[in-house]
């Protein structure tokens, strides 16, 4: 720039700082921060044209070009006494401009100034700042035409941007419009966001569909006799009422009816210089959304609907962010409407109000890239209560805003192979969670965690994941478990496919450890990691439960170094024979100084005389288990999930396999399945006509051991009433 002559070195009382923000592909972009001298200096009213106004020169024409500027600003130069006001601060030192640059408040209008008296008696050009239009009725008509823009450039020593030009055409996009030899007419994104408004599945959609449709009711023909069948849903419903809508075929035409009444009246509006202009914007979880509106009869006009979904990177922006987003979104989508153009921005995030009053080094560099091109075209930002916000909130709550090919994507889900082989296993009603400790919200890329404890000493590790994959899982354990503490005689995890699998069976058989299960629906099994996941996520609620990844450490050494009741000692204690130090302790010096053949000697003497916790301090709950279970072939299994209405309590019955102490082996469809005994009860036949005598007849059981037996003659005592009904199946 320096060497073109675009800079020179300055001694001005004025510096306006000047940011290098990084562009996507490494190179740095200048950006000058004018906010302060925009905020100072008197607005030049000279007229940007209309965009209308262009019409007229497109009666009977049918080849149109349209010429670029190469960086028109800079080929404006600066009186001698502004450039002073132009300085900005450099690493190198202070320079100013002697041309004009880009983030002045009155370089488009000074601009416009300048390229209407270029093309001054040009029936055939339309200049709207740095774009040119030339239209003509013939193609040789059109050539002597460029002949004439091309010598008035070069007289005023302009230069242009082939790359960016189009010549010679017969249609072309021209400021938002379409540009044919039938007219101009709107381009169809102008309104894309509304005419793809999705049905409303709740009645808390529609209304906010039907709030949005009423905002701009007065300009809408016929509303309320479209409306009337959409309004019926809402009659004696709350205000955020969830229900799902039955959808008639005449409601859901009046909905698109709706959806084109008010793209219409969008299309048929322009821009009024001499009205009020206002950007009304909004952000959400998800997306942004904007509705650019001028001020006609005391009330608010649409001309022009923006709504974009945020990438993930962007969904993880904090709320000052994702608002300052949308408003410098919007802007680069109206900005040939709003150029020269003096209008207030509207958002119902009150801290952007003062975006422009605080101080540049509390700001990211993305914020002041932002805030940088939204002074280029206003500096007033308003606030407007969310309630108030009706459409920019709407428009940034839309759920589907691209368009979704919803067969494409079932046909894909049928030809899957991982889904179809995921469809053809028996799930009954085994979780697929890998542990009862996730998914978190997502903290440094993590959602998972896998936790491990030893049962005798209570050592604890939890190991934040980003996926639950079974190759994930394995590789974590032997990383964070086995190369610290060896490998243990057995690991008993849950009933998760990640420790079904056979990766993780054959890590198993390689380290030379047991892989057991817990029974399904049966967290006693592994009640003492059931019981550390209460504390643990009661201990990240009490610290910072949003970016969790970072409070584990502490909150893991918090636990470790807790003095246990039954054991009185640390967990700490437990695994290196003396307690940690903690981060209070730093003042404190050791009371005593062993050797290290000493301290090992005396470890290993110490452990060896530890003994596992009696398990009477552990009460034990009394399980009700039916005095026939132990010979009843078929069982039934109660259904612990949440049941569906009017569904039994058991499921069966089931043959049995194998029986243990506190454990049956039941075959569920194909598959052997260990269920504790407290969820089995006989299965039982209702006898009506039996052998034609009325009485059960008996069955022969040669198995039958002596209490057993004693068992059978008490129960022929018994009424022989019940006798007649019911019969327990045994074992033949």
Not at 86 to 99: D, H, K, M, R, S
Not at 204 to 218: A, D, K, M, P, W
Not at 419 to 439: A, V
Request: charged letters at 25%.
């Amino acid at each position: 720039m320096l060497e073109n002559d675009i800079i020179r070195p300055s001694k001005s009382p004025w510096a306006s700082p000047l940011h290098l923000v990084s562009k996507k592909d490494g190179s740095l972009r200048p950006c000058r921060d004018y906010r302060r001298l925009n905020s100072q200096t008197i607005h030049d009213r000279y007229p940007i044209p209309r965009i209308e106004d262009f019409h007229h020169i497109l009666k009977q024409t049918k080849i149109f070009s349209k010429i670029d500027l190469f960086k028109a600003y800079f080929q404006i130069p600066i009186s001698e006494d502004d450039k002073q006001k132009t300085a900005i601060i450099t690493p190198f030192g202070l320079y100013e401009f002697n041309v004009m640059s880009f983030g002045l408040r009155n370089a488009p209008s000074t601009f416009q100034r300048f390229i209407n008296e270029v093309f001054f008696g040009f029936y055939f050009v339309f200049a709207y700042l740095d774009d040119i239009l030339v239209a003509s009725s013939t193609e040789d008509e059109h050539s002597e035409h460029l002949k004439v823009v091309f010598s008035r450039l070069e007289q005023y020593g302009l230069r242009i941007n082939l790359g960016k030009s189009v010549m010679g055409v017969n249609q072309l996009e021209f400021l938002g419009y379409m540009i044919t030899p039938e007219g101009s007419k709107p381009l169809p994104e102008k309104v894309n966001v509304i005419l793809n408004y999705r049905l409303p599945e709740t009645i808390h959609e529609l209304r906010t569909f039907l709030g949005l449709i009423n905002f701009y009711r007065r300009y809408i023909k016929d509303a309320a006799k479209n409306q009337a069948v959409l309004h019926d849903y809402l009659k004696g419903t709350k205000k955020k009422d969830k229900s799902k809508i039955s959808w008639t075929t005449e409601a859901k035409e009046k909905f698109e009816q709706c959806k084109k009444d008010l793209a219409n009246v969008t299309l048929l509006s322009f821009p009024n210089p001499d009205s009020p202009l206002a950007l009304f914007t909004d952000a959400s979880d998800y997306a942004v959304g904007s509705v650019l509106q001028q001020l006609e009869e005391d009330s608010w006009k649409p001309l022009a609907f923006f709504s974009k979904k945020l990438t993930n990177a962007q969904k993880g922006y904090i709320t000052y962010d994702r608002e300052l987003l949308g408003i410098y979104l919007s802007i680069k989508q109206f900005k040939h409407i709003l150029e020269g153009r003096q209008f207030a921005i509207y958002t119902d995030h009150k801290p952007l109000m003062f975006a422009f009053q605080q101080k540049n080094e509390k700001a990211s560099p993305r914020q002041l890239r932002h805030l940088q091109y939204i002074s280029e075209f206003s500096t007033d930002i308003r606030h407007i209560c969310g309630k108030e916000n009706i459409v920019a909130d709407s428009l940034s709550r839309i759920e589907s805003i691209s368009e979704i090919d919803y067969d494409k994507i079932a046909d894909a889900q049928i030809d899957n192979q991982d889904l179809n082989e995921l469809r053809s296993k028996p799930s009954l009603h085994f979780k697929q969670y890998p542990l009862d400790s996730g998914p978190f919200p997502t903290s440094e890329g993590k959602t998972y965690c896998l936790t491990c404890i030893d049962r005798f000493t209570c050592w604890i590790e939890v190991i934040p994941l980003a996926n639950v994959t079974a190759k994930t899982v394995a590789r974590e354990f032997y990383d964070h478990w086995i190369s610290r503490f060896g490998m243990p005689y057995r690991v008993i995890t849950d009933q998760g496919s990640q420790f079904r699998s056979e990766l993780f069976k054959n890590i198993g058989v390689i380290c030379g450890f047991k892989v057991c299960t817990t029974t399904a629906y049966h967290p006693q099994c592994n009640g003492k990691i059931e019981r550390i996941h209460r504390t643990l996520k009661a201990a990240i609620r009490a610290h910072n439960s949003i970016k969790w990844s970072q409070t584990l450490s502490t909150v893991l050494l918090g636990l470790r170094s807790a003095l246990r009741g039954d054991t009185n000692y640390t967990i700490a204690q437990m695994v290196y024979g003396q307690p940690i130090r903690l981060p209070g302790e730093f003042f404190e010096k050791p009371k005593s100084i062993l050797d290290t053949d000493t301290f090992a000697k005396e470890l290993q003497k110490q452990m060896e005389l530890l003994k596992p916790l009696d398990t009477r301090r552990h009460p034990s709950q009394k399980i009700f288990v039916h005095k026939d279970l132990h010979t009843c072939t078929p069982v039934f299994i109660r259904i612990d999930r949440v049941r569906k209405p009017l569904e039994p309590p058991y499921d069966g019955p089931f043959p049995v396999v194998k029986r243990h102490d506190k454990h049956f082996t039941v075959t569920i469809k194909g598959k052997d399945i260990n269920l504790p005994i407290d969820r089995l009860k006989p299965a039982y036949l209702l006898l009506t006509e039996v052998d034609g005598r009325g009485t059960a007849p008996t069955l022969p059981n040669e198995n039958l051991t002596a209490h057993q037996e004693t068992e059978k003659q008490q129960s022929d005592l018994l009424d022989k009433d019940v006798q007649k009904k019911l019969h327990a199946l045994v074992d033949v």
